[in-house]
């Protein structure tokens, strides 16, 4: 079963909580989507930030996703291959709501995905 490694619990969706919960502003990774009816947070998007996740999660707030996980990364380089990791073991764009693979940062045209190179 894929996981997340962004702790077990997940956070409503507003940008109190989000200043709530996110509080370092550095490089980090987060997943948004909806608790089932059994109270299990369900994946609908993933995304990373290189250097801020709390400011990059906010461009989500009016997407009608109500819920939310996060983890700081230590690096833009550890944030990508953790999206890639997310995005391909929650099922890429056929069943997430990201329209594309995740983009290489700018200034680093040689890391490749850890799962498809």
């Not at 079963?1 to 702790?7: D, E, H, Q």
């Given at each position: 079963?894929?996981?997340?490694?962004?702790?077990k619990?997940?956070?409503?969706?507003?940008?109190?909580?989000?200043?709530?919960?996110?509080?370092?502003?550095?490089?980090?990774?987060?997943?948004?989507?909806?608790?089932?009816?059994?109270?299990?947070?369900?994946?609908?998007?993933?995304?990373?930030?290189?250097?801020?996740?709390?400011?990059?999660?906010?461009?989500?707030?009016?997407?009608?996703?109500?819920?939310?996980?996060?983890?700081?990364?230590?690096?833009?380089?550890?944030?990508?291959?953790?999206?890639?990791?997310?995005?391909?073991?929650?099922?890429?764009n056929?069943?997430?709501?990201?329209?594309?693979?995740?983009?290489?940062?700018?200034?680093?045209?040689?890391?490749?995905?850890?799962?498809?190179?």
């Open positions: 079963m894929p996981t997340l490694n962004m702790g619990k997940s956070y409503p969706f507003t940008s109190d909580e989000v200043d709530r919960q996110i509080t370092i502003h550095q490089a980090g990774n987060y997943a948004l989507g909806h608790l089932d009816k059994r109270g299990v947070f369900y994946v609908r998007y993933v995304g990373r930030s290189d250097t801020d996740v709390n400011d990059r999660i906010k461009d989500h707030l009016d997407k009608g996703y109500t819920r939310f996980k996060f983890s700081y990364a230590s690096s833009p380089k550890a944030a990508f291959e953790k999206e890639c990791q997310n995005y391909h073991d929650f099922g890429e056929k069943k997430l709501d990201n329209a594309v693979h995740p983009d290489l940062p700018d200034k680093s045209k040689k890391w490749k995905c850890p799962v498809c190179g």
